[in-house]
């Protein structure tokens, strides 16, 4: 099990921007599937982008399509989720998640990414809060 850990959640206005950051709390091989997920108040989590660090392909929910911005860094282990033009919508608890060893697949379906396969590690979350 590797412990993830992600940053940079906060308070910002409507169309505002953040950018979180996740990386594991120790040395971990590098991972292959990334992704960040977010739970709002009283709803189900639910996926916002995922990638898979070897092609760079990435993949959005529709909610989130030409606002978020998935990346990394192969060298720090590290994946980034740059968020701009914030709604109070987006008010959720952001989670990162990354592949476990052996394969793994950035799931997507018709309303775009939904998540990662297997079970991956999960960070503990930040807050993002949008009024």
């Known amino acids: 099990h590797v412990q993830l850990v992600e940053s940079g959640g906060g308070s910002v206005q409507a169309g505002g921007s953040l950018r979180l950051s996740c990386a594991p709390a120790a040395y971990a091989p590098r991972f292959y599937c990334v992704g960040w997920f977010r739970q709002g108040p009283g709803k189900e989590r639910e996926g916002v982008a995922g990638l898979y660090t070897s092609s760079g392909s990435t993949y959005y929910a529709d909610s989130v399509k030409g606002r978020f911005t998935i990346s990394r860094d192969n060298v720090a282990n590290t994946l980034y989720l740059e968020m701009n033009s914030l709604k109070p919508e987006d008010t959720a608890m952001y989670y990162c998640?990354?592949?476990?060893?052996?394969?793994?697949?950035?799931?997507?379906?018709?309303?775009?990414?939904?998540?990662?396969?297997?079970?991956?590690?999960w960070g503990q979350g930040t807050q993002v809060t949008v009024s």
């Open positions: 998640a990354a592949n476990r060893p052996g394969t793994c697949t950035v799931v997507a379906g018709s309303q775009g990414f939904v998540g990662l396969h297997p079970e991956p590690n």
